[in-house]
């Protein structure tokens, strides 16, 4: 059972298993019946979208290849198999919104970093489980699919290694999207039931015990807001104003700067 709070962090028989995995793949149908085939908003052009089926069979191919690849380096005398093993109990712990299979794979005091922390890394097990649920509870039907052909992995003469992994985020935007600090505080991007598919990059950072200590998720913030519809289209004369309002705080941090 997925689980937010500060028990994320205490040591845990796993709940993660091959079996339980192959079980939650079989049942990935969250957007049945909902999806559209093309996806614009504000956007200047359209895009069609991936089906479920296709998501599928993407995240699918994906596994199989990487693990040709992981056999490749075997061979080569580099048994990295565990990185197989790691990426499986990820994608099930954002399956099956679980992360304490998460907190099996991360280190306690592991950093992550997002557009929506402003900047600032978030520190910690709990931090990055508020983070997970800010986008669970927005997008209630989210799923993260990884693309084919489309991941690098470097492995160091010391233990560690990194990862870069692009995928396609898909859901329906239903509710408000804390931003930091993820709490009652927070302010949010209000959801309007916008259906999103967005690409995006994770980065992983490994130690030399295989467990994920930094990691970093990059996506468009403006290709986000336009398809969503909160941001205006780019010829429109909505979004030249909200860009000419911005010149009055650009001049005034250029005078700040050339103030001695």
Partial sequence: MASRSSTATEARSSNYSEEKLERALERHTMLKGRAPQIVRGNRSQAERVYSEDELNANAKTWFREFETQLEFYAKLGHDVSWVLDWTKKWWYSWLVRDMEVAAEICTADMTYKDPVCFGKPLVGLDEFVAYNFA??????????????????????????????????????????????????????????????????????????????????????????????????????????????????????????????
């Avoid at 470097?154 to 804390?178: C, E, F, S």
């Fill in 135 to 260: 986008f669970f509870d927005a997008i209630p039907d989210l799923r993260y699919d990884p693309l084919p052909g489309q991941s690098f992995l470097q492995i160091n003469p010391d233990g560690t290694a990194q990862m870069m992994v692009r995928y396609i985020g898909t859901g329906h935007w239903d509710a408000p999207l804390k931003l930091y600090p993820f709490d009652k505080t927070a302010p949010a991007l209000p959801g309007n039931g916008a259906f999103m598919q967005c690409s995006a990059v994770d980065r992983y950072y490994w130690d030399a015990d295989h467990k994920l200590y930094h990691g970093e998720t990059l996506w468009d913030g403006f290709d986000v807001m336009q398809m969503s519809g909160i941001f205006p289209k780019a010829e429109s004369l909505q979004f030249k104003l909200l860009m000419n309002g911005l010149k009055v705080p650009s001049a005034a941090a250029r005078l700040r700067r050339l103030l001695p």
